[in-house]
């Protein structure tokens, strides 16, 4: 939701599939891996090429993964400034899918990491299911002390909308970023969002 890390890493998934003969554009890897993790993202796409996944996937993911924690990725249009703009005693947590490494390392990149801790959690790591269950969210809501169905949820994937809508949070699709193709928001909005946002200017609105 913050980096543009789904556009990056869906980039690196897709043009992996057509380098073993398996045509996938970034659009195909986004529709059917986004937002997955861990064996379910394997699953996915052992699914879409109809075998088991050569073994050198792993080295090229972990090579890739390592740079992109290096460098950094950008951040998605106008997310640093909406957090920034939060007031302070606003209860608030990350509920991420990806590593805690991975969490705090770009938290770092962008600075944020202080405007969360030490409420940021990992679907890997804090709970037993990740998304799409909704776990990770009612543990995230648990921690800032706010009761679920008083806890506004921005999710810009559709396997995390399920979930927070499972959760029974208030749910913004957030439509921003260079993975939001044409249509995305209403993809978000027939999982069950209950809002669309375009930009953070509009998640600011929708939350005032």
């Known amino acids: 939701m913050l980096v543009e890390s789904e556009y990056v890493g869906n980039k690196q998934i897709a043009d992996y599939l057509c380098s073993i003969g398996h045509p996938t554009s970034v659009e195909d890897s986004m529709g059917n891996f986004m937002g997955l993790s861990g064996r379910d993202f394997l699953d996915a796409i052992e699914r879409w090429?109809?075998?088991?996944?050569?073994?050198?996937?792993?080295?090229?993911?972990?090579?890739?993964?390592?740079?992109?924690?290096?460098?950094?990725?950008?951040?998605?249009?106008?997310?640093?400034?909406?957090?920034?703009s939060l007031p302070p005693e606003l209860p608030r947590a990350i509920a991420?899918?990806?590593?805690?490494?991975?969490?705090?390392?770009?938290?770092?990149?962008?600075?944020?990491?202080?405007?969360?801790?030490?409420?940021?959690?990992?679907g890997k790591e804090h709970v037993a299911r990740g998304k799409p269950a909704p776990d990770i969210y009612l543990h995230a809501a648990a921690a800032i002390g706010v009761p679920i169905e008083r806890v506004a949820v921005i999710e810009d994937s559709p396997v995390g909308v399920r979930g927070a809508v499972a959760s029974g949070a208030?749910?913004?699709?957030?439509?921003?970023?260079?993975?939001?193709f044409d249509g995305h928001g209403e993809r978000l909005r027939?999982?069950?969002?209950?809002?669309?946002?375009?930009?953070?200017?509009?998640?600011?609105?929708?939350l005032a």
Request: charged content about 20%.
């Open 190 to 206: 027939a999982l069950g969002a209950h809002a669309t946002a375009h930009s953070f200017d509009e998640v600011a609105a929708a």
């Open 49 to 84: 090429i109809g075998r088991s996944l050569p073994a050198d996937f792993h080295t090229v993911r972990a090579a890739e993964d390592a740079r992109i924690l290096r460098e950094g990725i950008e951040a998605v249009a106008g997310a640093v400034a909406f957090i920034e």
């Open 96 to 122: 991420s899918s990806s590593s805690m490494e991975w969490i705090g390392t770009h938290l770092d990149h962008l600075g944020l990491r202080e405007r969360f801790e030490p409420n940021i959690f990992s």
């Open 170 to 180: 208030y749910v913004i699709g957030l439509a921003a970023g260079s993975h939001c």
